[in-house]
């Protein structure tokens, strides 16, 4: 780190300390030569989250176009918009750690996924989007999934 003062190379951490509720790194710094006294910041550096459409165009993730399409499919429905919110946050940090580029299909299935546990109306209503569903032996089709993947597991039927 070099001095702002006199650009010397050489500076001492004199302090460090968490900031930011801990998404930084407040550190007090010192200079050898001049004894010039600063503060310096460590913060993470996000690489930035893109989707590949379909079509194979490139986009910035971007969180509020899941919510807006969360809102649609739990209107009406006893989901409050954090829990939307919150939702998203999960898929947003699911997908950075997946890497840098995701393609679209991949938001929709961790969106869907999430849904399912939240909300069985709002899912079949994104699934029916999403999965552009054209008859009413796609939502069959869908309910029986959604049956099949809630059933309790390990029951006997003996």
Partial sequence: MHCPSCGFDDTRVIDSRATDEGTSIRRRRECARCRYR?????????VPLVVVKRSGEREP??????????????KGR?????????LAAE????????GGDVDSAT??????DHLR???EVAYLRFASVYKNFDAAADFRREL??????????????T
Avoid: C, M
Avoid at 38 to 46: C, G, L, N, V, W
Avoid at 61 to 74: H, N, S, T
């Fill in 107 to 112: 938001v929709g299935l961790a969106v869907l």
């Fill in 78 to 86: 006893p989901v409050s918009l954090d829990k939307l919110e919150a």
């Fill in 144 to 157: 029986r999934l959604l049956a099949k993947s809630t059933e309790p597991k390990g029951h006997d039927r």
């Fill in 38 to 46: 600063f503060t310096t910041y460590e913060r993470i550096d996000e």
């Fill in 117 to 119: 546990a939240l909300d």
């Fill in 91 to 98: 898929v947003e940090d699911e997908l950075r750690l997946v």
């Fill in 61 to 74: 993730f971007d969180r509020v176009k899941i919510v807006a399409g969360l809102q649609a499919a739990a």
